[in-house]
């Protein structure tokens, strides 16, 4: 199984959420990927990672990717109890809904954090002369899904949906540490989907330096969640970890 993906920077085997997310229930379930990041050798205009190939199948998209590794017995999720599979999925739903356009706002919308941070890392990775066009389509695709998800009445400036996000985003981090507490991850001892998504979610946030710090410093305000990401860091991405 070769897995494309966005690179890592920051003491992060990836900067990219949904990369991050695949990466980490890989390494919980035991999936024995061969890690191939975007480099020069990369000739696709979309901008569509991570992809996972096996054989004759190319899959994409985190929750696709994680059922096929399901199917092939590298299953993060055997602890689980039915009750909390639902739980799951519920919890992943809310990310999606609450937190995800927040974080994709602050890198991709945001101007001084995507000038200054996300297009000139993601310029370096891209080939000539993709690197010109492909991270402003991705800026552009971002702000598009934020106002077409998020952008309806009675929301109707830029700012409205700015503000709205941002609130969500950090009423959806409180739940998260409220949940959390002083466990190790979400369902006990074993980290399972969930973690993997919180933690795909939350470590860019967090490491990343950035000029606009909004909703990073709403969350370094709840220690338990730096921490579960560090907990992380250190037991599965260890070479990453001793470089942030």
């Not at 890989?26 to 890690?35: D, E, H, I, R, S």
């Not at 990717?65 to 799951?88: P, Q, W």
């Not at 066009?133 to 695709?141: I, V």
Request: net charge negative.
């Amino acid at each position: 199984m070769e897995l494309r993906y966005w690179g890592g920077d920051w003491g992060l085997p990836s900067v990219h959420p949904e990369c991050l997310v695949v990466l980490a229930y890989a390494k919980f379930g035991g999936a024995p990927l061969t890690l191939n990041p975007v480099d020069y050798t990369w000739a696709s205009s979309q901008g569509i990672v991570p992809i996972l190939t096996y054989e004759d199948e190319i899959i994409t998209k985190p929750a696709n990717i994680l059922t096929f590794c399901r199917k092939h017995k590298y299953n993060a999720d055997y602890v689980l109890s039915a009750r909390e599979g639902s739980d799951t999925l519920a919890y992943i739903a809310l990310l999606e809904e609450r937190l995800l356009p927040a974080i994709v706002h602050t890198f991709w919308v945001d101007s001084d954090n995507y000038s200054s941070v996300t297009r000139p890392w993601y310029a370096s990775r891209i080939p000539f002369p993709l690197r010109f066009y492909l991270p402003g389509k991705m800026s552009r695709e971002a702000l598009n899904r934020i106002l077409v998800t998020k952008g309806q009445p009675p929301l109707y400036s830029m700012n409205e949906v700015e503000a709205q996000i941002y609130k969500d985003a950090k009423e959806c981090l409180n739940l998260l540490s409220n949940r959390l507490g002083t466990s190790q991850f979400f369902f006990g001892d074993t980290p399972t989907t969930l973690d993997a998504f919180v933690f795909g979610f939350l470590a860019p946030l967090y490491k990343a330096r950035l000029l606009k710090v909004q909703l990073q410093e709403h969350l370094k305000q709840l220690p338990n969640l730096c921490d579960f990401c560090d907990h992380i860091l250190c037991l599965y991405f260890t070479e990453h970890a001793e470089d942030g």
